[in-house]
């Protein structure tokens, strides 16, 4: 070994190389990366765009295989087609039967408007008055955490103080969005 150090011209972070065969050289060599057609930088493994220029990488797909694509994308069209038109006969029976559908009478006090009129606020402050009510009720469901240990329930605490605190800021948006009498 210490013959082999002698005779090689090496550089100083590479091993020293035997003296073998050019043949076995040239078969350990390996194959060059597929590289980008239009940056030249290698393609990363397993990759379909490349990660420089975001072009896309060649299929290498034979003669066979591109009929078969073919095939595939004619059957492909086939299927989307008849799944368009099912949709599109249910949709159609879908409203036909909400048309014909009785609501129960109560369910138009759930209106936006009926809620506007019998509140007596402008639409901008009951928005913030309506997402004022959920912080409110995300503060109260932020309490059905359990905590095991005590900085979990500090956590909570936190939370809780967050969602009042989003609570508060739509309640202040509301009475500044409110108009006054005079308007």
């Known amino acids: 070994m210490s013959e082999v150090a002698h005779e090689s011209e090496q550089e100083f972070w590479s091993p020293p190389l035997p003296l073998v ?3 076995s050289v040239r078969e350990a060599v390996p194959m060059p990366a597929e590289v980008c057609p239009r940056c030249g930088t290698e393609f990363l493994l397993g990759s379909r765009f490349c990660h420089t220029c975001g072009g896309r990488r060649p299929e290498g797909l034979s003669a066979d295989a591109g009929h078969d694509a073919a095939a595939l994308a004619k059957y492909w069209e086939l299927a989307v087609g008849r799944l ?3 949709v599109t006969t249910l949709s159609g029976e879908v409203q036909s039967r909400l048309r014909s559908a009785s609501l129960p009478s109560w369910l138009r006090y759930l ?4 809620i ?8 901008a402050s009951l928005i913030a ?9 995300g503060a109260l469901l932020v309490g059905l955490l359990t905590a095991k240990t005590y900085v979990d329930w500090q956590a ?28």
């Open 21 to 23: 065969a050019e043949d």
């Open 84 to 86: 368009r038109s099912t």
């Open 111 to 114: 209106h936006f408007h009926e």
């Open 116 to 123: 506007q009129r019998w509140v007596g606020l402008p639409t």
């Open 129 to 137: 008055f309506i997402i004022g009510l959920a912080c409110v009720v």
């Open 156 to 183: 909570i605490q936190f939370y809780r103080a967050e969602w009042l605190l989003a609570a508060t800021a739509a309640f202040v948006a509301g009475i500044l969005l409110k108009k006054s009498p005079r308007d």
